[in-house]
């Protein structure tokens, strides 16, 4: 076409009609082929774009069932030490004396362990296209939910290690504390029963320490596992799937697959969306 065109400009007046018809066609499929183009370059870009966000999407939704059954693992870990404190906490309290089975075990009320979900297809989105990128608003508003929970979770799992009260401490006259390589913590802890059932110190301690593993469960795991179950469901939704799934059921039983769908659209509901 720039040919034609130079030929146009040192020789207008030698052109002919159908010479001008060729330079009509041809200026018509140059422009065509570029709009052709252009629009080729668009669709492709689309195409990747819809890729790159069904892969993220899936991602996400991998790293909520994760994030769910890991939660749950904890929660469901610490519960019987809980249950445990109480009956030996309302033997105590009743006046009555726990026995040395009774007593065993309870070192997990001062244990406040970690809980650390993968993250890294949540990262790749908000370092990328954005949370916005994703087309549903509740999967959007489940991230944010679990988000927040996670960082209050951390934030507090700090603040109950840091002003937590040993249960067992080693020069307590009461407590008897022997290495036991066979046992799974390493040690073997017998307890003067009758010194500590009237020992108020030791009572009051117990229950500190109780309290505050009993609320944190109820108050912080909790929350957290329901905030994940929200963002699992939302996310599930958006995908036409449930959260729930064929890998879910290897970790976790039907009980709690159902706990999860009821605790997630509870948290929905309450996000009055």
């Known amino acids: 076409?720039?040919?034609?065109?130079?030929?146009?400009?040192?020789?207008?007046?030698?052109?002919?009609?159908?010479?001008?018809?060729?330079?009509?066609?041809?200026?018509i499929a140059v422009i065509?082929?570029?709009?052709?183009?252009?629009?080729?370059?668009?669709?492709?870009?689309?195409?990747?774009?819809?890729?790159?966000?069904?892969?993220?999407?899936?991602?996400?939704?991998?790293e909520a069932r994760t994030a769910v059954a890991l939660i749950w693992q904890d929660v469901e870990q610490r519960q019987p030490g809980i249950d445990q404190g109480i009956r030996v906490a309302q033997m105590l309290n009743a006046g009555q004396c726990p026995t040395q089975a009774?007593?065993?075990g309870l070192r997990i009320l001062e244990v406040y362990a970690g809980i650390d979900p993968p993250s890294g297809v949540y990262d790749e989105l908000v370092a990328g296209a954005g949370l916005s990128a994703l087309p549903s608003s509740t999967a959007r508003l489940g991230i944010d939910f679990y988000r927040?929970?996670?960082?209050?979770?951390?934030?507090?799992?700090?603040?109950?290690?840091?002003?937590?009260?040993?249960?067992?401490?080693?020069?307590d006259p009461d407590v008897s504390i022997a290495f036991d390589p066979?046992?799974?913590?390493?040690?073997?802890?017998?307890?003067?029963?009758?010194?500590?059932?009237?020992?108020?110190?030791?009572?009051?301690?117990?229950?500190?320490?109780?309290?505050?593993?009993?609320?944190?469960?109820?108050?912080?795991?909790?929350?957290?596992?329901?905030?994940?179950?929200?963002m699992c469901v939302a996310l599930a939704d958006m995908q036409g799937?449930?959260?729930?799934?064929?890998?879910?059921?290897?970790?976790?039983?039907?009980?709690?697959g159902a706990l999860v769908e009821e605790r997630g659209r509870a948290r929905l509901e309450e996000a009055d969306i």
């Open 182 to 230: 066979e046992s799974s913590s390493d040690m073997r802890v017998e307890f003067d029963l009758e010194s500590l059932c009237n020992d108020q110190e030791f009572s009051d301690r117990f229950n500190y320490v109780l309290r505050n593993q009993h609320f944190f469960q109820r108050r912080y795991r909790m929350d957290l596992f329901e905030n994940a179950a929200f």
């Open 148 to 171: 927040n929970a996670r960082a209050t979770y951390q934030f507090q799992l700090i603040n109950f290690r840091d002003n937590r009260w040993p249960l067992l401490v080693p020069d």
């Open 32 to 62: 065509a082929g570029i709009l052709v183009a252009f629009q080729l370059q668009e669709w492709a870009t689309d195409r990747r774009e819809k890729a790159q966000l069904d892969r993220i999407s899936d991602g996400l939704l991998e």
């Open 241 to 256: 799937e449930q959260c729930y799934d064929s890998w879910m059921r290897d970790v976790l039983d039907a009980e709690t």
């Open 1 to 27: 076409m720039i040919t034609l065109l130079r030929r146009l400009r040192r020789n207008a007046g030698e052109i002919r009609g159908p010479e001008w018809l060729l330079l009509g066609i041809e200026t």
């Open 102 to 104: 009774d007593l065993e």
